[in-house]
């Protein structure tokens, strides 16, 4: 069964660092890879999406990655921004075709103080 | 952009009624669309997943009788919590798509109270 782990659950920093998030997944047939935002009481904002054939993605300020073989992909979040407090979610849609059906991880909720 | 339009925000009922929650797409046909939920603190967990015309799927511990899914037509499906007990209280979440490969989009969430 395709279980998604994301560390740490939570995570407090100062305006303008650098930060990872981590996202971990226990069945490599995967056939993308998604990471979402999601602002409290509010519903989900996709940032970014891999193919199971590709290692990264890259939109702006963020950049994720995807290793397959060892189950893992990362978000990297430059010179962070009071905006971008929020719970960031992994997601997976598991198996070899388009089925739609995302097995989601815990979140990590961020908060970046000014 | 896609946008997926989901009704009510929030909504509060007594315990022994029932709830309709709407999921709507606005601009594209949506073929399937999937139902999510999620309690505080927790992640989104998926309850069903419904295909215009035919019967939705549940997944693994979910009532099918006491979460009833309809998706009629190509641009609307429903969830009916029956028989609401505080239990049910939750954030339920949408989304939607069209063709084989089209993306997914999400509705804004439907945040469930019962009392």
């Known amino acids: 069964k395709q279980e998604v782990t994301q560390i740490p659950a939570a995570l407090s920093v100062p305006e303008g660092e650098n930060l990872v998030l981590n996202c971990s997944f226990t069945?490599?047939?995967?056939?993308?890879l998604q990471w979402f935002r999601q602002d409290p009481g509010k519903g989900l904002t996709s940032l970014l999406l891999?193919?199971?054939?590709?290692r990264e993605q890259t939109s702006g300020r963020l950049n994720a990655s995807l290793d397959k073989s060892s189950g893992r992909s990362t978000l990297y979040i430059a010179a962070s921004q009071p905006g971008d407090s929020a719970t960031y979610l992994c997601a997976v849609e598991h198996g070899s075709s388009n089925t739609g059906k995302l097995i989601f991880g815990q979140g990590t909720t961020l908060q970046v103080k000014p | 952009g896609a946008v997926v339009s989901q009704h009510p925000s929030w909504v509060i009922c007594k315990s022994g009624t029932s709830v309709k929650i709407e999921c709507r797409s606005l601009d594209f046909q949506a073929t399937t669309m999937f139902w999510y939920r999620q309690f505080p603190k927790q992640s989104l967990m998926l309850m069903a997943t419904s295909n215009e015309g035919s019967k939705a799927t549940y997944e693994q511990g979910v009532e099918k009788d006491k979460f009833l899914i309809n998706h009629a037509s190509l641009t609307l499906s429903t969830l009916t919590v029956t028989s609401a007990h505080p239990e049910d209280s939750s954030f339920y979440i949408c989304s939607a798509t069209g063709r084989r490969n089209s993306p997914l989009h999400f509705g804004n969430g439907t945040r469930l109270t019962v009392t």
């Open positions: 069945d490599s047939a995967i056939y993308n």
């Open positions: 891999i193919q199971s054939s590709q």
